[in-house]
């Protein structure tokens, strides 16, 4: 199972963007999804969660009522809308997702390669 961010960017303070995080592979499905960040200088964090259905999610504090989690199972694939970008929220983010490898009977936790965003004052 791989996992592809895209969508992050280079945008101004006040700004928005949409990251994408694609699932492809076989034999697998996707349980909890999440987004991550890290910023120079600083550990990892984690942003927002949803789960397998989309039913519950997740928001760090610093983020809620700016970003919004979702995820479109058809496509086996995450979102996070970003609106009201701060410069703070410049970092790396990576998704990640618990997965269960039908084949192998087994869960296993995959992350993407990152995809960078920055905030401009």
């Known amino acids: 199972v791989q996992l592809v961010e895209s969508g992050g960017g280079l945008v101004q303070a006040g700004g928005s963007l949409r990251l994408s995080c694609a699932a492809s592979?076989?034999?697998?499905?996707?349980?909890?999804m999440a987004w991550y960040r890290q910023a120079p200088g600083k550990q990892r964090e984690l942003v927002a969660s949803?789960?397998?259905?989309?039913?519950?999610?997740n928001y760090r504090d610093s983020v809620k009522g700016r970003f919004t989690i979702s995820r479109d199972n058809a496509k086996n694939t995450m979102y996070l809308q970003m609106n009201s970008l701060k410069p703070e929220d410049t970092a790396v983010y990576y998704c990640?997702?618990?997965?269960?490898?039908?084949?192998?009977?087994?869960?296993?936790?995959?992350w993407g390669r990152g995809t960078l965003v920055t905030v401009s004052s």
């Open positions: 990640k997702a618990d997965v269960f490898l039908v084949l192998r009977d087994k869960t296993a936790e995959v």
């Open positions: 592979g076989s034999a697998f499905m996707i349980n909890t």
């Open positions: 949803i789960t397998s259905g989309g039913g519950s999610t």
